[in-house]
């Protein structure tokens, strides 16, 4: 399984560096999951603003769950809901759950 992330990953930084906004998302993904690379929040948060810069719905929500839960940033409730609405304006189902469970905790 390692071998075939660590391929996926040489084809994902090929395409994310030509400004591919969905392999930048997998990256950011490959990162918060330690898929093939050391699990590292703020690398996923940097490939993750980087697809997001793009209006990549799904990043946007990422990055809402990151402020949300404080994993490579410092836990920012307002920076996370104007993130999960940023996805939900985009059509990311998800951010709507999201942005429900932070409503019900502030």
């Given at each position: 399984?390692?071998?075939?992330?660590?391929?996926a990953m040489e084809w994902y930084l090929k395409a994310a560096n030509q400004g591919v906004a969905a392999a930048q998302f997998n990256i950011g993904h490959f990162y918060f999951g330690g898929l093939g690379?050391?699990?590292d929040y703020q690398k996923a948060m940097e490939w993750y603003?980087?697809?997001?810069e793009?209006?990549?719905?799904?990043a946007q929500?990422?990055?809402?769950?990151?402020y949300h839960q404080g994993l490579g940033v410092p836990k920012d409730y307002e920076?996370?809901?104007m993130w999960y609405q940023?996805?939900?304006e985009g059509g990311c189902e998800s951010a709507k759950k999201n942005l429900n469970l932070?409503?019900?905790i502030t």
């Open positions: 399984w390692y071998m075939i992330a660590a391929k690379v050391p699990q603003l980087k697809a997001a793009q209006r990549n719905a799904d929500n990422n990055i809402g769950s990151l920076k996370a809901k940023k996805a939900i932070l409503q019900q």
